[in-house]
């Protein structure tokens, strides 16, 4: 089990593939899955020595995933962290309670993400480490180009906050639209959409709460998201090759 090797486990693909870079260029061993039981298959050969994990996963969800990991003889000391794009209150003692060792909250910062996952590990001790740790904070914005995923992200928005209004009288799925506000949420605030990540937390809260009377406040923020989406679309523009 190798100091720097980590496996990121997050079904949101501007975030995973943000996260992924990030620990790659600074030197650590990257593995990826969109999902628990993905994570399980990819932990059959390879042995991290930290689990990043999204905590709400399609199927088995990231704090099922840790109690699994830790209830196991052979994965009981991979280092598991757990991050989230909106905190409820009880989210951190949830995390904690199931075993996570640690609880990260998202949009992170590019810049010193790499060196909490070292204080995770340990490796702030080691002169090597210190001396690579201080290199990050000195290096250059990350300026990896998210505009492909950005043009994604905006056009997936769209259909289905427009979907998710029609059904408001049909069909509306609140476990469903909860989990897409969740990724909203987390990739938006990652990306520089501060109004639709902040729209996402917003609409999380009220379908976390459920009542009936908060089906008009729904209503009201599904159309405010539906507008930011349609805007931040007009103002993206044309994607460069």
């Not at 196991?72 to 904690?96: G, N």
């Not at 640690?102 to 001790?125: C, E, H, N, S, V």
């Not at 690579?132 to 056009?155: G, M, V």
């Amino acid at each position: 089990m190798s100091n720097k090797s980590v496996l990121i486990v997050e079904d949101t693909p501007i975030n995973l593939k943000m996260v992924r870079v990030i620990m790659q260029r600074a030197g650590f061993d990257v593995r990826t899955a969109t999902s628990a039981e993905e994570a399980l298959e990819v932990l059959r050969h390879f042995r991290p020595r930290v689990v990043l994990t999204d905590i709400q996963l399609p199927g088995i969800d990231g704090l099922a995933l840790t109690k699994h990991l830790k209830s196991s003889p052979d994965t009981r000391d991979i280092i598991v962290l757990a991050l989230t794009a909106f905190a409820m209150k009880s989210d951190k003692q949830r995390a904690l309670e199931a075993g996570c060792d640690g609880y990260i909250t998202k949009p992170i910062d590019t810049r010193t993400f790499p060196d909490l996952i070292r204080q995770f590990i340990g490796a702030t001790d080691d002169a090597a480490s210190i001396s690579e740790s201080a290199s990050t904070r000195d290096a250059a914005p990350f300026d990896f180009s998210l505009d492909n995923l950005k043009q994604s992200f905006i056009a997936n928005g769209m259909q289905q906050s427009e979907r998710f209004v029609n059904s408001l009288n049909t069909d509306f799925n609140y476990a469903e639209v909860q989990s897409e506000a969740h990724r909203w949420a987390g990739a938006a605030g990652q990306i520089g959409y501060v109004e639709i990540a902040e729209c996402a937390r917003q609409l999380e809260a009220l379908l976390h709460q459920r009542g009936t009377d908060s089906l008009t406040l729904v209503r009201k923020t599904l159309m405010r998201l539906v507008q930011l989406f349609s805007g931040a679309r007009e103002a993206a523009g044309p994607v460069r090759p």
